[in-house]
């Protein structure tokens, strides 16, 4: 018998600074976090490791937005730089061109909207799995089913002779199944990637202090794409009037 030989091939981040750069997603100059992608190679047996930079990655360090620079790109890192020293400290250092840039500190619609777009792509990675969800809408689509099967024998609207009972019920049970299936398995999803889009969104929110009223308004000035986190925003909203209205 031959050995198995399995040949492994893995991306890996490597971090090496900041670089300031306009990003695309908050469309305005931010710090980005600047990481080496290295792909290793690896084949069982032989142990032979090779490691290869293939470009480098560089992440929003506001919308966490990530572009990726093909090698060779040549750019300017700042292994030292701290959020303290400054915006505009770190395009001088790495980004010259950029010249003055806007350092207020105050949030932008767009920035707003950015973050937004990051909590709606991270719902959107979810895998869709139907969970118990899809067995509890089944379990009652089929119990309201059977009942529906025998309230219409019971009024003689089924079809089938007064002795036939079982009949419309089991088919009315299989309808209400399926039915409930398919309604349990969406509920599921929906509730899943709400909950995962709130816990992002609240992530967001406490890093970069933002307001969920400004949020809103930000949203209702722009929703193109963004629409799904409407009733995420909305609940949060209306928590937080009524904490304050508490207390
Ligand atoms: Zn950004």
Known sequence: ???????????????????????????????????????????????????????????????????????????????????????????????????????????????????????CAAASTLTTEAGPGMGLGALAGAGLGTLVGWGFHATGWSGYPQEDMFKPMVIAGAVGLALGALVGAWLWGRRRTRKLMRKVLREFMERHDLDP?????????????????????????SERSSDSFDG
Request: charged share 30%; aromatic share 8%.
């Open 1 to 119: 018998m031959s050995p198995l030989i399995i040949y492994e091939k893995k991306f890996r981040l490597e971090s090496k600074g900041w670089i300031a750069y306009r990003c695309p997603n908050c469309e305005k100059v931010q710090p980005f976090m600047c990481a080496d992608n290295v792909r290793t190679e690896h084949l069982y047996y032989v142990l032979d490791v090779t490691e290869k930079k293939v470009g480098e990655v560089l992440t929003c360090g506001f919308c966490l937005m990530s572009l990726s620079l093909e090698k060779g790109t040549t750019i300017k890192v700042d292994p030292d730089w701290t959020p303290e020293d400054g915006l505009q400290v770190l395009a001088d250092r790495t980004n010259p061109e950029l010249g003055r840039i806007e350092t207020d500190s105050g949030r932008t619609d767009a920035e707003r909207r950015a973050v937004m777009r990051a909590v």
């Open 213 to 237: 009223e400004k949020l809103w308004n930000a949203y209702c000035a722009d929703s193109e794409g963004i629409q799904k986190i409407a009733p995420v925003l909305e609940a949060m909203r």
